[in-house]
């Protein structure tokens, strides 16, 4: 992958790479199939933007060794390699850093000779998956966590449908996706049929609801400074443009007009943090919300919320709306992506339009409509956690993993 940093595809890409470690230290075995390990994780770069190493403690805690690529030297005469028969010449056609990124990632593979390489999200499959075919690595999983680049101009690269094309004709080369809907959209795009690419869901544990001292002041400060509340919307996500969290901000301040004793929690950082604080200034709203920041703790956060809200304009499969339902709250999402596949709507959350032109005044409308009934609110929460636990449960995602390095 590329980082360890404190995102949803990082948090999954930890989690199954401890638990297939742990599964191999103790002998035991994932859906009937013994574990052969060790694993070894690679990123490209734990330092190349800030955070970027946020899950690197769980891995080494867990006795698993981690790699940065991009430290490692330039593969030398590519050429005389056998597995780079008739792709060599190809390379001059590439951009650098993927042809650069590709070499030196190829070398280390080449040295380690692993049996399995499963390579997580959308950005690193060209040069990892480049880099794994040069290697001669007889499995190679490709494991996408959004809807293609296509469908998000901004990542979209020419050389990017070519890559994907030449990649699954090669041998041993397996796609996977975390849900119906970037699975249908992956083979609409590369003209194969959906069959061929395996749908492996999240695997979402509980988290934790304990506060670190810290966070339980933070907490008791925002509460004392709001006064009594009637009702607490929060969120976890990125501040950046996909999230949409201006929008979000928008739509709280509609909502207040309703809803004047209402509160706000956003745990979550990225680019758009100072924006946001200064949009819930010029909205009036400041003293409603609370920007936690990036934490250790989400689990405690979520325990401080009535109803969660996620406006993504894109997604996979979103970890934090399996997280809130499975701490017990209903959800209000956008039907991007797999978001959809992670509620029953009108049942464990409500289901908003997608696309970019969803409406404020829309959104406080359905927020509204479950702030005013505490009792719809705690039956969708009930169902919310029955169906977060058996949907997405980690032993399914890891059974469904292992089927795929062996079949």
């Not at 040069?134 to 979209?156: H, T």
């Not at 030449?166 to 996706?177: D, E, K």
């Not at 849900?179 to 934790?208: E, F, K, Q, T």
Request: hydrophobic residues 45%; aromatic residues 6%; charged residues 20%.
């Amino acid at each position: 992958t590329g980082s360890l940093g404190a995102g949803g595809a990082e948090r999954q890409f930890a989690l199954t790479a401890r638990e297939l470690q742990g599964a191999f230290a103790r002998g035991a075995r994932i859906g009937g199939v013994a574990v052969a390990g060790p694993v070894e994780v690679v990123c490209r770069s734990l330092s190349a933007r800030p955070g970027g190493d946020f899950f690197a403690p769980d891995l080494r805690a867990a006795g698993v060794p981690i790699h940065e690529f991009a430290l490692a030297p330039p593969e030398a005469a590519l050429a005389g390699v056998p597995a780079l028969a008739g792709l060599d010449g190809a390379l001059r056609f590439l951009p650098e850093p993927m042809v650069e990124g590709a070499t030196r990632l190829s070398g280390l593979l080449r040295a380690a000779r692993p049996d399995v390489v499963q390579i997580w999200q959308d950005g690193s499959v060209y040069a990892a998956g480049l880099a794994a075919v040069l290697a001669g690595v007889p499995r190679i999983v490709l494991n996408v966590r959004s809807l293609p680049p296509v469908d998000r101009p901004e990542r979209f690269k020419p050389e990017y449908e070519g890559l994907y094309r030449a990649l699954l004709a090669a041998p041993g080369v397996r796609l996977t996706a975390n849900s119906h809907a970037a699975a249908r959209r992956y083979a609409d795009w590369l003209g194969v049929p959906a069959r061929r690419i395996r749908v492996i869901y999240n695997g979402v544990d509980p988290l934790p609801e304990d506060g670190a001292p810290d966070d339980e002041a933070l907490a008791a400060r925002f509460r004392a400074a709001t006064g009594e509340s009637d009702f607490t919307l929060g969120t976890v996500m990125r501040l950046d443009e996909n999230k949409r969290p201006l929008l979000w901000l928008e739509a709280a301040a509609r909502l207040l007009r309703r809803a004047p004793r209402a509160r706000f929690v956003v745990v979550g950082d990225g680019p758009l943090r100072e924006a946001c604080q200064a949009r819930a200034r010029q909205l009036g709203i400041a003293q409603r919300v609370l920007f936690v920041g990036r934490s250790h703790r989400v689990g405690f956060w979520l325990r401080q919320m009535d109803a969660f809200l996620l406006l993504s304009l894109v997604e996979g499969l979103p970890n934090v709306l399996v997280e809130a339902q499975g701490a017990g709250l209903p959800v209000i999402t956008t039907d991007a992506g797999g978001a959809a596949e992670t509620i029953r709507p009108a049942t464990t959350g409500l289901l908003l339009p997608g696309g970019p032109d969803l409406d404020p005044e829309a959104v406080a409308g359905a927020i509204a409509s479950l702030r005013a009934d505490p009792a719809r609110r705690a039956a969708m929460g009930t169902a919310a956690r029955l169906w977060a636990r058996e949907t997405f449960s980690v032993e399914a995602m890891l059974a469904r993993t292992v089927r795929t390095f062996t079949a």
